[in-house]
């Protein structure tokens, strides 16, 4: 992982920040020691802890520092010529840390939460102390039922012994040794959930109800348009075409996560809070070549996850006349919005489910024993369209479903061809355009 050289006083002879290639250590000036130091990770210990090499140079000035790049150089030469040096087995613990580093550079946030998440809450304590040249499949399968223990369901042991193994996969990359026994083991399967449509009756009880609500429009985008949370949450005004009556769904909102913004002294950070988001320098995490804009504090707006995600849907005429109508009452946003909250800012994921919920209550309807959950309005938009004999490929194009042969310009499907399918949907419901 590249390293920032910490900006030095003036006396040393350093002015700037310098990013210095992954791999290659870090330089920085110690003002208490007045003097250059070098550092380079060189594997691991016997107990499985990181092994640092550091250099110095008590030459101020960018000779120092020239200097000690030097000798930071020759060591790492060292390293990589010794043919008998052999990486010291690292513990899981020790392990996750630096493959979680290494993930967070590529992975989606949301992902990479979700990793972390498994890494931290179940992989790591239940056998984070064992050494990964001595894992056997019992170890990975205690994992498993330290999580079934906890009443926890099959999908999330399904993901830890997912990650776990994808850790394991790249520890060996790094030249770790672990059996390849355990890379052969077969995941849990995915816990089964009772996630389906919203019945057509019930969808009708809702539309009628947010037809009465000034808003009504964002539960027509999520029941008529198929569209996701943060598609609904995140669509601008200028991505909605009245002139050709089409919504280009190009962005989600997302919340993304903080990470400390200061610097690690050993295993305390300098600022000395636990969490990134408490860390007065704190700052987004945001993986390499991760295209966002940011909106207020971590809510930003973020590309879908694939570029089949992207697409331009037509809008029913019931979506178009109440957007025209909400147009006129909208709240300002500095961020043109179509949906924000009073004073202007992004709605968050919670609230919008929580209005979802009330509205719910207010329709006198609920799913098997419970509220329906949000994501089960795209499964009536599918159900609907499905039903309505429109061609399965027309439908993945209409929702942006990541399995679908098509691109963001609609390569097999025309406007005219889904515009005709979400009229369709219309009709079913017997809802008058």
């Known amino acids: ?118 890494v931290t809450k179940w992989i790591v304590p239940t056998i984070g102390r064992k050494r990964l040249d001595a894992l056997t499949p019992a170890d990975v399968r205690s994992v498993g039922e330290a999580i079934r223990s906890a009443g926890r369901t099959s999908s999330t042991e399904r ?19 672990v059996s390849n026994r355990l890379l052969l083991m077969t995941p849990p399967p995915s816990s089964v959930h009772d996630r389906n449509a919203i019945n057509t009756e019930d969808a009708r009880a809702l539309l009628a109800v947010a037809a009465s609500h000034r808003d ?15 598609e609904i949450l995140g669509l601008t005004w200028p991505m909605v075409d009245f002139a050709n009556q089409l919504m280009d769904i190009s962005w989600q909102l997302q919340a993304l996560y903080y990470q400390h913004g200061c610097q690690r002294i050993g295993n305390r950070w300098e600022c000395g809070r636990r969490f990134g988001g408490d860390c007065p320098t704190r ?92 994501h089960e309005a795209r499964h009536t938009t599918a159900t609907l369209l499905l039903e309505a004999g429109i061609d399965p490929q027309v439908v993945q194009a209409i929702l942006g479903h990541s399995s679908a042969a098509t691109s963001r310009s609609y390569q097999h499907v025309s406007h005219e061809m889904a515009r005709r399918a979400l009229d369709a949907l219309v009709q079913k419901l017997r809802v008058a355009g």
């Open 1 to 118: 992982m590249a390293t920032v050289m910490a900006t030095a006083d003036i006396r040393s002879g350093a002015t700037s920040r310098r990013r210095r290639p992954p791999g290659t250590g870090a330089i920085y000036w110690s003002e208490q020691a007045r003097e250059w130091r070098g550092s380079i990770e060189a594997g691991w210990t016997a107990n499985g802890t990181r092994r640092r090499i550091t250099v110095s140079s008590a030459t101020p000035g960018p000779a120092g520092r020239a200097e000690c790049a030097r000798r930071l150089e020759r060591k790492r030469a060292a390293l990589q010529s010794d043919k008998g040096a052999v990486l010291s087995a690292a513990t899981v613990k020790t392990w996750s840390g630096t493959w979680l580093d290494m993930r967070v550079r590529t992975q989606r946030p949301k992902s990479f939460a979700t990793d972390h998440s498994a």
């Open 159 to 177: 993901r830890a012994h997912i990650v776990l193994i994808k850790m394991l996969k790249d520890a060996i990359l790094e030249g770790h040794q």
């Open 216 to 230: 009504g429009s964002r539960w027509l985008a999520k029941l008529l348009q198929g569209m996701r949370q943060g």
């Open 283 to 374: 700052t987004l995490r945001v993986p390499d070549g991760y295209e966002y804009r940011r909106l207020d504090g971590a809510l930003c707006l973020v590309r879908p996850k694939t570029a089949k995600g992207q697409r331009i849907v037509p809008m029913v005429p019931w979506m178009a006349s109440a957007l025209e109508s909400w147009r006129q009452a909208v709240p300002a946003s500095p961020h043109q919005l179509v949906w924000p909250r009073p004073d202007g800012r992004p709605l968050t994921a919670r609230t919008d489910t929580a209005d979802w919920n009330a509205l719910q209550v207010e329709a006198g309807v609920a799913g098997p024993g419970r509220a329906y959950y949000g």
